[in-house]
Structure formats: C-alpha cells, structure tokens
C-alpha cells in the first residue's frame, strides 16, 4: 500500500543518466519503489508525458533569516526548489555573532521588523533556531569571511594581526566543525575587498582540510576594479595553494568592457581542470544582478568603518565630491544608470521601481547626487542591468554551471512581502527550463 503512487513519469534522476519511464512508489514521505508497480494508493497521480525529478537544489542563495522571518516562505519550493544552500558571497549574516557582525544583523532584520529576537550569537545556536523555525526547504549553510571578519576587526579597511587573524581561523573552524558546508568570500564587497590574499589562504586553507566547499563572489566580474580576469585567477591560486575545492559564484561578464569573454572565461575553467584543481560555477539566467546601492556604485574606500563612516564622508565636501567622481566614473564603465533600478527603499517606497536616471530627474540633480542622497535617507536594494544575453547562453550550456538564483526565499504576503525584488527568488528555474532547454535547446534536460 502506498501514500502516493505516481504513473508512468519519464524520470530524470539528475545524474546525467538518460530519462526512463517508470513508476514512483511513496510511503511514509519516502520513495520505496521504482518500477512498473502494481499495488494500492491513496493518492494516484498520473505523469504519462511528464518529466519526474528530485527536488532541485538551489546553489546560490541568501535565504539565510528568511525563514526565521517567516517559516512559510514558498517562493523557492513553487519552482521545484527542495534544498537552498545560503551564506554565500562572504555573508552568512545570522552567525557567527560577535562586534560589528551582532549590529549589521540588528540592521538587517529592523528593515523588516522590530519584533524579532536574536537569541543565538555561534554557529549552532543559529542552526538550532532555524531548525526550531521550520522552514518549506531544507536549508544547507556556509560560513562567510564577511560575517567573520566584521566579528574580529569590524569594517577596517586593514589587514589583521596575527592574534586577530588567528581569531578568525578560529571561528571558520568552529563553524565548519557545527555544520556549514563551506567557507565563503565577497571579495567584491566590503569588508571582504579589504582583505589580502594571505588572509583568503589562510581561511581556505581550514576548509581544505575539512574537505569543505570554498565558493566566492570574486574581487571582480568586469572592470569595477582589478578586472575579470585578475580576479579569476587570484581565484585559481587560491584552489591552487590550498587544495580547497573552487565554486565560482554566479559567473558572469559584467559591464561592456568583457562582453563577449565568457568562452575565455570557460576556457580557463577548462585550464584549471587539467591542472587538476577542482573549479566549477553557477549562474542565474538573468541579464540582471541585485545587491545594495552602495555594493553597486560606491567605491570600497569610502565604506569602511560602515555607514555612519560613509555619511561623515558626505559631510565632508572635499571627499564628498571625490566620491561623487568615483561613482561617475562606475556609471561610465560598468553602470549605465538608466539600467539601474530600485527594488526595495524602505524609507520612501515611492522611488521603488524607478531608475537612477528618473530618480535624478525628479530631485533635480544629475544620478551620481541622486545616489548619495538616496544613500542619506536609507539602505536601498538594486536591480542592475549589466550583462548580455549571448554571454548567458554561453555559460548555461557548460557542463562545468550549475543553477542558482542568488536570491532568497521570500513570499507574496507578509514580512518578506516588501519591495520589487529580482525575479530569480521566484523564476529562476522555470526561466531556465523553459528558456534555455524548452525554446533554445542550450542545455539538455
């Protein structure tokens, strides 16, 4: 007898093995037979010219306070999502909790509510609140060198010591040791582009040898800084000297200047393979990101010490017009500020939705103002638009691109119900099937 009984699906089991038909046999929330099964059900379901799957794992994500926010969030498990891995690009925010690392999560979660309790500050304490939560997705957590060094050295812009650089290897370990699966870096945000390369190899390293995951979000994706390709290979000499394992996050060419590179980019993948280190990716298929405004346009110098810092800088009219500079220049080479749009504005929902060209017109200003000023009045999430579709094409075929949305886990009602956000926390995966395997036959399903 079985719960569910499921007829005749054609079965990709996610292996690359080839598709075969058969039937599907559930008992007690568990899969106990594969077959042509004959038998009783409760529920029969008919999937004769179905496809049949497990659940999709979503490999990139920051879904990390989502379901202590609220356990009912269903934007990922609506589109096949089972499993999200969160804490990427140096953030996993909610732990570990010490210094500056305990005030930036107090901040995140007051754009939300003012009703939430922090009762956790290591690892464990915040895997055993989420468990206690619930949640509609298994989740599955990484530590983020962000979080770590925000903990020990706040926002500097600094190396560490050795006391405080041993601090830091010790909490990666006592966090790989409760249960993340990795280590991440945001090596494109502060206060991760703070730090050198020593620092990044002596944090990999404890991953390496707990055999754990090292994915970044590189120094750079275009020209915002050092350049694509500089900070490709800073990537690989990580893999390299550790033997950690390499996940490339959300791989992409941003901005015009390396439009057209992303066979140059795979053929390094390819590279690094045969040297035998162990790279892969993953991509959303998008044309367009999301962060914060200040992680789009504002150079890192002028974030460090964090937002009150940021402000005293605006204050000053000398640094205030170098700033100024430094994000027109970002608009000349990376950022067209037509292409980059509001999604969520809590202090003034009204420019949601807008871009910073409109936003500029309406205070009467030029965009690099509107920027600071909007910065001013609160924290503001973006859509930018910045890459091209044939560079998207051509990773998504890669064998060596998994999919992941780099978005989080939110709802249509309710506390995660704020702002314009990215499509890909709720399209990801239906965009690519249905875009690149369905209509254009890039990648087989």
Not at 145 to 170: F, K, Q
Not at 268 to 285: K, M, S, V
Not at 393 to 401: G, H, K, M, Q, T
Request: charged content about 20%; glycine content about 10%; some cysteine.
């Amino acid at each position: 007898m079985y719960d569910l009984l499921i007829r005749d699906g054609r079965i990709y089991d996610g292996t690359g093995s080839p598709a075969y038909s058969a039937d599907i046999g559930v008992a007690d929330g568990e899969i106990v037979a594969i077959g042509r099964l004959e038998g009783e059900s409760a529920k029969t379901v008919n999937a004769s010219g179905l496809a049949v799957s497990p659940g999709f794992i979503d490999l990139h994500t920051h879904s990390d306070m989502s379901f202590l926010l609220d356990s009912t969030a269903q934007s990922k498990v609506r589109q096949g999502v089972t499993l999200e891995l969160a804490g990427n690009c140096g953030s996993s925010f909610c732990a570990p909790l010490q210094g500056a690392a305990q005030e930036m999560l107090q901040g995140r979660v007051s754009q939300y509510t003012d009703n939430f309790e922090i009762t956790w500050n290591d690892f464990g304490g915040y895997l055993d609140a989420l468990e206690k939560a619930g949640s509609t997705v298994n989740m599955a957590l990484q530590v983020g060198h962000g979080t770590v060094r925000s903990c020990v050295i706040g926002l500097d812009d600094r190396a560490p010591n050795g006391a405080e650089l041993d601090r830091m290897v010790g909490l990666v370990a006592d966090c790989l040791d409760a249960g993340a699966l990795g280590l991440s870096t945001g090596l494109f945000y502060a206060p991760g582009n703070y730090a050198r390369l020593d620092e990044v190899f002596a944090l990999a390293q404890v991953a390496s040898d707990r055999d754990k995951l090292y994915s970044t979000h590189m120094r750079d994706e275009g020209s915002h800084s050092v350049g694509l390709f500089v900070a490709l290979n800073e990537t690989i000499e990580i893999g390299r000297r550790t033997g950690v394992r390499l996940e490339v996050s959300h791989v992409k060419c941003m901005g015009p200047t390396v439009w057209g590179r992303s066979y140059d980019v795979l053929e390094l993948f390819g590279r690094t393979l045969a040297e035998g280190i162990d790279i892969a990716g993953d991509q959303y298929p998008y044309t367009a990101g999301s962060t914060s405004l200040a992680g789009a346009l504002f150079p890192r110098w002028s974030l460090a010490g964090g937002r009150a810092s940021t402000v005293e800088i605006m204050e000053d009219s000398d640094l205030r017009q170098r700033l100024l500079d430094d994000i027109e220049d970002t608009y000349k080479h990376n950022r067209n500020p037509e292409g980059v749009v509001i999604a969520r504005f809590t202090p003034d929902e009204h420019y949601e939705g807008m871009n910073m060209l409109q936003i500029a017109d309406e205070m009467r200003c030029d965009a690099t103002e509107a920027a600071l000023r909007l910065y001013e009045m609160g924290e503001a999430q973006v859509i930018i638009h910045m890459m091209e579709e044939d560079d998207v094409e051509v990773i998504a075929a890669s064998p060596l691109i998994s999919v992941g949305s780099d978005g989080s886990s939110i709802s249509t009602e309710g506390i995660l119900s704020v702002g314009r956000p990215h499509p890909r926390s709720y399209g990801t995966n239906p965009r690519f099937l249905a875009r690149y395997v369905r209509e254009k036959g890039i990648v087989s399903l």
